[in-house]
C-alpha cells in the first residue's frame, strides 16, 4: 500500500494523544446539530487552533460514529485542479490513515469534470494532513478521502456531487472542511486597519461575515467574500463543505468556537495574527 510520509509534523509534534485529551477537557457538546454530518476546522500549529479542531472533532465523536471521513483541504499553492488522493494511506504519528479506496473511486466517476485523481496536489501541502492525528485518536477504525478544492466555482460542484454520493452510501460518513481565517499582519502583507486592539476588532468582524455565511449556508457568496476581503485561505473547502452539507440535508451551520492566534498567545499590542474558526452541520 503506498503511504503518504508526513509533510508538516511541526504543526502537530509532541504526544498527539495527550494534547488532544487536554483540547477536550472539559468540554460541553453543543446541542446542535443532534447529528451532525460536516464541520469545519482550522489548520494551523495545533498550540493556536489545535483546541479549536478538537471541539469540533469530539462533537461529532459524541453524536455519531462515522466510519469515513471526505476532508477538503485548502489550496495554497494554486494547484489548477482539484486533486484526490485515492489509494493508499497517510502516515501519522499515531499509525497510518487508511484511504476509503471505495469512496473515492466512487466521487471521481461521478465527479470527474471537476476532480482529477493526482495525489502531487497533496505534495508540500498541510490543511488536511494537520487535521489526521484527531481522526486516528477519536475514529481509529475510520477511513478518509482526501480531496484539495481550489476556491473558485467549481467547489460548488465538488461539494454537491460528494454530497449526493454520501447520502447513498453504506458506510457512515461525515464531511470535513479545512480553513483557516483572515491572515492579518505584515507577515501577510495585510494590514487594511492598522495595528493595536481596533485592527484586533475589525480582523474578528471580517472573520465573522464569512462565518455568518457558513452559518447560513451560502456557499456561492463564500467564494466571494473570501476573494474581497482575504478571510479564508481555503474558501474552496469551505463552500464545497457547505454544499455537501445541503446536499446531506443540513440547514445551517453552528459555530462551535471561534478565536484568533492573538487570542491564544497575546504577545505586545496587536499586530498580527490567524483567525480560527469550528463549525458544525
Known amino acids: 500500500m503506498p503511504v503518504r510520509a508526513a509533510y508538516a509534523s511541526q504543526f502537530y509534534s509532541g504526544d498527539c494523544a495527550r494534547s488532544i485529551g487536554k483540547f477536550i477537557a472539559g468540554f460541553s457538546v453543543p446541542s446542535e446539530p443532534a447529528t451532525p454530518v460536516a464541520g469545519v476546522v482550522p489548520h494551523a500549529g495545533w498550540m493556536y ?22 476532508i ?5 499553492r494554486w494547484a489548477g485542479i482539484n486533486g ?10 499515531l499509525g497510518v490513515m487508511e484511504v476509503d479506496e471505495d469512496l473515492a473511486a466512487r466521487i471521481l466517476d461521478a465527479a470527474h469534470e471537476w476532480i482529477d485523481d493526482d495525489p502531487k496536489v497533496h505534495q508540500g501541502e498541510h490543511s488536511i494532513e494537520v487535521e489526521l492525528p484527531f481522526l486516528k485518536h477519536l475514529f481509529p477504525k475510520a477511513k478518509f478521502v482526501p480531496v484539495a478544492v481550489n476556491p473558485d466555482s467549481r467547489a460548488l460542484e465538488v461539494g454537491r456531487r460528494v454530497g449526493e454520493i454520501l447520502k447513498e452510501y453504506e458506510r457512515t460518513a461525515v464531511v470535513i472542511g479545512s480553513t483557516d481565517l483572515t491572515h492579518y499582519g505584515d507577515a501577510y502583507s495585510f494590514t487594511p486597519a492598522g495595528y493595536g486592539s481596533g485592527a484586533h476588532r475589525w480582523m474578528q468582524q471580517n472573520d465573522a461575515r464569512i462565518l455568518q455565511l457558513a452559518e447560513e449556508m451560502r456557499a456561492p457568496e463564500i467564494l466571494e467574500e473570501a476573494r474581497s476581503h482575504r478571510n479564508a485561505c481555503g474558501a474552496g473547502a469551505l463552500a464545497a463543505t457547505v454544499e455537501a452539507a445541503r446536499a446531506l440535508g443540513a440547514q445551517r451551520g453552528h459555530l462551535v468556537e471561534y478565536t484568533t492566534s492573538y487570542d491564544v498567545v497575546p504577545e505586545g499590542s496587536f499586530r498580527m495574527a490567524v483567525g480560527y474558526g469550528g463549525l458544525l452541520f
Open 72 to 76: 477538503f483541504g485548502a489550496v495554497h
Open 49 to 70: 487552533s489545535g483546541a479549536v479542531a478538537a471541539k469540533v472533532f469530539e462533537s461529532i465523536r459524541r453524536r455519531k460514529n462515522p466510519e469515513t471521513f471526505v
Open 84 to 93: 484526490i488522493y485515492a489509494r493508499g494511506g497517510w502516515q501519522t504519528p
